[in-house]
């Protein structure tokens, strides 16, 4: 197992030099407005907060921030658009799902489950009342959820920076 450890370590840092120190330090230095949770969200874990957009620019505005920042974008997935080819039909519903490896996998080396809610996904929805909402995992409760004691300076990064990322869609 430690030859495995210090595998891992290598490999970590060798990508933290290839992908140079600002990869990791650069979210921290961003500014970030406190996620403000406006309403509850009906699931454990979850940070719910408005938008002050519609739809398509909260989106638009999200993955912006995310290009920003330099946090790599994997994917996004029509959830409204799913529902409708099953005829089932939803509200609107996108699934960005984003993240920074070198910071993020830290959380995988704690507890590989971990990789069951890392990258970071955050959900663009609209209400029957026309208003559009984020939400994404309080990595407060990501770190409970896996049991990461040894990340605590990662968690608090992620969190500000997801709160930051969230910030885009306020005005």
């Known amino acids: 197992m430690k030859f495995r450890s210090t595998k891992l370590h290598r490999k970590f840092l060798a990508v933290l030099l290839l992908a140079g120190p600002g990869t990791i330090l650069a979210p921290a230095l961003i500014q970030a407005k406190a996620a403000t949770p ?94 559009v909402w984020i939400s994404w995992t309080d990595f407060r409760f990501v770190a409970s959820r896996y049991n990461l004691q040894d990340r605590d300076a990662q968690i608090a990064m992620a969190s500000e920076v997801s709160a930051s990322i969230a910030s885009a869609t306020r005005k």
């Open 38 to 131: 406006i309403e509850s969200a009906i699931a454990e874990g979850v940070i719910k907060q408005r938008s002050d957009y519609g739809f398509d620019e909260t989106v638009m505005r999200l993955k912006a921030d995310i290009a920003t920042k330099g946090i790599r974008f994997f994917d996004e997935i029509d959830q409204g658009a799913l529902g409708a080819g099953a005829n089932l039909p939803i509200n609107r519903s996108k699934l960005l799902l984003f993240g920074n490896p070198p910071l993020g996998v830290q959380f995988l080396q704690s507890n590989p489950l971990a990789g069951l809610d890392w990258p970071v996904r955050m959900l663009v929805t609209q209400d029957d009342n026309g208003k």
